[in-house]
C-alpha cells in the first residue's frame, strides 16, 4: 500500500505553462506557435488562448508569410494568444482582476496594453527572445509603469511532458 504523495506531479507554474504549451499546438501558424493560459489567483484556470486567424477568416487563405510586403504577410491580421485568451473569457471582467497569465513567449506591445486593461497583474512567460526589439521594450515599460509584474517562469530543472492519447 503506498502511504507517500507522488513526488513528480507538477508545480502550478508547470502546470499552467504546459496548458499554455498544449493550447499553441492548436495554432496553424506554420513559424510561430504560442499559446496562453489566464489564472485566478486562487489557481484556476480562467481561460486559454493561442495565436490564429481571426474568426471567419478562412485558415487556408490566410497570409502565414513572415517576410514579404506587410499586407501579404501574417503580421497585420493575426490575434495573438493574449487577446484570444481574454476574449474567450466569459466570466465578470472583475474576475481578471489581480489574475496571472502564462504564456510561452513575452507579449508584445498590443499584447501589453490588452493585458493591462484587462487588470491581469502578472505575466509568467516561457521565452523572451524579442527581448531588445522596440516592442518589447515598450511591453516592459509599460508593465514597470502599470505595476504589472514579469518574470521569466523558474523551472527547478527543464521538464520534457508527453501526454499519451491513447
Same mark, same amino acid.
Given at each position: #500500500?503506498?502511504?507517500?504523495?507522488?513526488?513528480?506531479?507538477?508545480? !502550478?507554474?508547470?502546470? /499552467? #505553462?504546459?496548458?499554455?504549451?498544449?493550447?499553441? #499546438?492548436?495554432?496553424?501558424?506554420?513559424?510561430?506557435?504560442?499559446?496562453?493560459?489566464? @489564472?485566478?489567483?486562487?489557481?484556476?484556470?480562467?481561460?486559454?488562448?493561442?495565436?490564429?486567424?481571426?474568426?471567419? /477568416?478562412?485558415?487556408?487563405? /490566410?497570409? !502565414?508569410?513572415?517576410?514579404?510586403?506587410?499586407?501579404?504577410?501574417?503580421?497585420?491580421?493575426?490575434?495573438?494568444?493574449?487577446?484570444?485568451?481574454?476574449?474567450?473569457?466569459?466570466?465578470?471582467?472583475?474576475?481578471?482582476?489581480?489574475?496571472?497569465?502564462?504564456?510561452?513567449?513575452?507579449?508584445?506591445?498590443?499584447?501589453?496594453?490588452?493585458?493591462?486593461?484587462?487588470?491581469?497583474?502578472?505575466?509568467?512567460?516561457?521565452?523572451?527572445?524579442? !527581448?531588445?526589439?522596440?516592442?518589447?521594450?515598450?511591453?516592459?515599460?509599460? /508593465?514597470?509603469?502599470?505595476? @504589472?509584474?514579469?518574470?521569466?517562469?523558474?523551472?527547478?530543472?527543464?521538464?520534457?511532458?508527453?501526454?499519451?492519447?491513447?
Amino acid at each position: #500500500m503506498q502511504t507517500e504523495k507522488r513526488k513528480d506531479y507538477l508545480s !502550478w507554474d508547470e502546470y /499552467f #505553462m504546459a496548458i499554455a504549451k498544449l493550447s499553441a #499546438m492548436r495554432s496553424k501558424d506554420p513559424s510561430t506557435q504560442v499559446g496562453a493560459c489566464i @489564472v485566478s489567483n486562487d489557481n484556476r484556470i480562467l481561460s486559454i488562448g493561442y495565436n490564429g486567424a481571426p474568426n471567419g /477568416f478562412d485558415d487556408e487563405n /490566410f497570409p !502565414w508569410a513572415r517576410e514579404g510586403e506587410n499586407l501579404d504577410t501574417k503580421y497585420p491580421y493575426v490575434c495573438h494568444a493574449e487577446l484570444n485568451a481574454i476574449l474567450n473569457y466569459r466570466g465578470s471582467k472583475k474576475d481578471l482582476e489581480d489574475a496571472k497569465i502564462y504564456v510561452d513567449l513575452f507579449p508584445c506591445n498590443e499584447c501589453a496594453k490588452l493585458i493591462i486593461q484587462s487588470g491581469i497583474k502578472e505575466v509568467i512567460y516561457l521565452s523572451d527572445k524579442y !527581448w531588445d526589439s522596440d516592442n518589447n521594450i515598450a511591453s516592459r515599460k509599460l /508593465f514597470d509603469i502599470c505595476g @504589472v509584474k514579469y518574470s521569466k517562469i523558474r523551472l527547478e530543472e527543464e521538464r520534457k511532458i508527453e501526454i499519451d492519447l491513447k
